[in-house]
């Protein structure tokens, strides 16, 4: 089982055709899967690429949820 984690969007911009995005950790990750995505959002990260962007009450709680464990 592979999980994922939850990391907020800080910055994006477009290069050579790609869009990007840095996270609050200072990795560059490529926003293909999550076009719309826009700094300040949280987002779901499955194997170094961002999958979905989460509301911020389904990011608290799943963040709560990990804390828990």
């Keep these: 089982m592979c999980l994922g ?3 907020v969007l800080v910055e994006t911009w477009e290069e050579d055709g790609a869009r990007l995005g840095r996270l ?3 990795t560059t990750v490529p926003l293909a899967y ?3 995505a826009s700094p300040g959002v949280h987002v779901l990260i ?3 690429i961002p999958v ?3 509301d ?3 990011a608290r709680d799943a ?3 990990r804390r828990e464990s």
Excluded: F, K, R, S
Aim: proline residues 5%; hydrophobic residues 50%.
């Design 24 to 26: 609050d950790d200072g």
């Design 5 to 7: 984690t939850i990391a």
């Design 56 to 58: 911020e009450h389904a």
């Design 46 to 48: 499955h194997l170094g």
């Design 34 to 36: 999550v076009p719309a």
């Design 63 to 65: 963040l709560d949820l």
């Design 52 to 54: 979905e962007v989460l």
